[in-house]
């Protein structure tokens, strides 16, 4: 059984900064793509940063230039440092994982953490 795990998160100030965590666990053959998606109120869950194995990353446009998306193959984690902060940042932050189960590519499932909220205060 697969579980993504995520930390930190919680309440910060307008230009304050917060670090996100997330770890896979379980029975796989490797972690490909991980990505950070937000939900606000009443919204759909939108991308906000995303990164390939080999370190490939691609950011909502809300993200560019405030959030860096990295991670650790060994640990099979990822990490999502947020800076200047916005109250329109404000949403419950999943993390995402690609796992592949077997060397085929096509042997793969898509799977969510369990969501940490992000609240900014003006």
């Known amino acids: 059984q697969v579980q993504l795990v995520q930390s930190g998160g919680g309440l910060v100030q307008t230009g304050g900064s917060l670090r996100l965590s997330c770890v896979a666990s379980?029975?796989?053959?490797?972690?490909?793509?991980m990505g950070w998606y937000r939900q606000g109120p009443g919204d759909q869950r939108d991308l906000v940063a995303q990164?390939?194995?080999?370190?490939?990353?691609t950011y909502a446009d809300s993200a560019k230039g405030r959030f860096t998306i990295s991670r650790d193959n060994a640990k099979n984690t990822t990490y999502l440092q947020m800076g200047s902060l916005k109250p329109e940042d404000t949403a419950v932050y999943y993390c995402?994982?690609?796992?592949?189960?077997?060397?085929?590519?096509?042997?793969?499932?898509?799977?969510w953490g369990q969501g940490t909220q992000v609240t900014v205060s003006p």
């Open positions: 990164i390939t194995r080999d370190g490939r990353t």
């Open positions: 379980g029975m796989f053959f490797s972690v490909n793509e």
């Open positions: 995402m994982a690609i796992v592949q189960f077997t060397k085929f590519a096509f042997d793969a499932r898509q799977y």
